[in-house]
């Protein structure tokens, strides 16, 4: 079969098309047990966040080694990163789902196609979100309220940051699109490649190692620049030459507008999720500021952004059992096989649940090592004094945290993302923030009493996730 397919056919294609292309991964996927299955998809998904974890936690390192202000700034920079991973959902939730429901039916070169129109639209989203942060950069500060020190700080790394998003959007749409192939190891490779270098040339502008200049916060920024233009390259290398069935066709990256649609009418309940979760958790920010005011505020927010990075450690098994669900759910209902796509939803949440009952036994165990090493100023004892407390709070929430992501996940891998979005509404809106604001600044709690919303907002949600999980009906949903 040619692997290039007609746009129109490629839209109405049937699914009982079958298409023999790069067999060896779907087979691995639909025949051998779940368990296994969801295992080989998730070791390196899980490989891949310790790596981002790793480069997070150095760079959070760096900063401490100049001030908290530094800390600050980085830790408002990587939520508008996180914002801007959002955006790239509107095209990744759908490319995930279509990808890998006709990958599951066997017909790759339909996958091909909708994975050749969704990089032609992560090129439009990355220089969307290039210029809208250059454009926001100096609002972002002022509506927390921080003091100038942190701000200057903030714009000055939000404004280099952005320059990788224009090339980044390469590796969010193409590393989506592999995964619903099945290949979860070439992302792996690449981010492998991606972090030691974002580390490697972070950690030189910082110190000024040799003839490498010292830039402090602004070497961290162009760090990761280096390493995210690079990583986009590196995914736009290979397909243009091809990789694991899935290769750029200048034809099929022309505009087609009924299969953006699609791509789109599955991502956008999705994206709007992601964006209504990130605008809810800047507000959630803005409680965090107004909890005090000058130098105190400066280590609340500090002992916050070190706190969830922190967190990112249960995120590394949740994100990986949730990004495999939603490979072998989509794959298994491509195949026709609903009974083991509802099996792995749920043998996934087990798995990646157990895995942070580990997590939060560490956190609540070395809270306080864990503050420390992650603070090497002189405001390190205030930082974990604040931090401490909030961080085994959360370490009894490791369970709902986990099942709120792997099973929102799974359900976007069958095509049903409204539901996971009005579960985002209602944890955010009706539990997260008044909860926040009456525990953190009307009691008086400080950041544990803004946390409890927080937790309790995760627990609503992985409960509701679970129970649309569990009744079935994103079995029927057509993409």
């Known amino acids: 079969m040619p692997d290039v397919v007609d746009e129109a056919a490629a839209v109405e294609a049937p699914l009982t098309e079958t298409i023999e292309c790069a067999p060896g991964i779907r087979e691995q996927l639909l025949n051998r047990s779940v368990g296994s299955a969801l295992t080989w998809l998730a070791l390196p998904v899980l490989g891949e966040q310790v790596l981002n974890l790793l480069v997070g936690m150095t760079d959070f390192y760096l900063a401490g080694t100049i001030n908290k202000e530094a800390t600050v700034a980085l830790g408002l920079a990587i939520h508008v ?80 940051d952005s320059i990788g998003y224009l090339l980044v959007c390469l590796s969010a749409i193409g590393f989506a699109c592999l995964r619903g192939m099945g290949d979860t190891r070439t992302p792996l490779y690449i981010m492998a490649v991606v972090n030691v270098v974002n580390v490697i040339v972070s950690a030189a502008l910082v110190f ?61 309940p999705a994206g709007a999720d992601g964006l209504l979760m990130w605008a ?50 989509g794959q298994s209902l491509g195949a026709g096989q609903p009974d083991r796509a509802r099996h792995s939803g749920h043998l996934a949440a087990g798995q990646g649940a157990a895995f942070c009952v580990i997590m939060g036994v560490a956190y609540f165990v070395f809270a306080g090592p864990i ?84 937790c309790v907002d995760m627990a609503i949600r992985a409960l509701l996730n679970g129970i649309r999980f569990a009744r079935g009906h994103w079995q029927h949903i057509q993409v």
């Open 81 to 160: 990163a996180w914002l801007v991973w959002l955006l790239f959902s509107f095209v990744g939730a759908g490319a995930t789902a279509l990808v890998s429901r006709y990958a599951g039916v066997g017909a790759p070169a339909v996958a091909n196609h909708f994975t050749n129109q969704a990089i032609s639209a992560s090129m439009v989203l990355g220089l969307i979100a290039f210029v809208v942060i250059q454009a926001v950069s100096p609002t972002l500060p002022a509506l927390l309220g921080w003091d100038p020190g942190p701000s200057k700080l903030a714009v000055t790394y939000l404004r280099i």
């Open 208 to 268: 000024g190692w040799g003839p490498v200049p010292t830039l402090g916060i602004a070497g961290i920024a162009i760090g990761t620049v280096v390493a995210r233009t690079l990583g986009g390259l590196i995914v736009l290398a290979l397909l243009i030459r091809g990789c694991s069935g899935l290769k750029l066709h200048r034809r099929e990256m022309r505009p087609h507008w009924a299969s953006l649609w699609r791509l789109a009418r599955i991502g956008l």
């Open 280 to 329: 809810a958790n800047f507000a959630f920010m803005m409680i965090i500021s107004k909890l005090a005011t000058g130098e105190l505020q400066a280590v609340i927010v500090a002992a916050h952004f070190v706190g969830l990075r922190i967190e990112a450690l249960s995120y590394l098994p949740a994100f990986a059992y949730a990004t495999a669900a939603a490979t072998l759910v």
């Open 371 to 454: 503050y420390t090493l992650f603070n090497s100023s002189e405001d390190v004892a205030a930082i974990t004094a604040v931090g401490v407390p909030a961080l085994r709070l959360l370490a009894f929430f490791q369970i709902p945290l986990a099942l709120m992501i792997i099973y929102a996940n799974a359900l976007r891998g069958a095509g049903d993302t409204r539901y996971p979005l009005i579960f985002t509404m209602v944890g955010m809106l009706i539990f997260r923030l008044p909860l926040a604001y009456v525990c953190g600044i009307t009691l008086n709690g400080g950041l544990v009493g803004a946390w409890i919303g927080m």
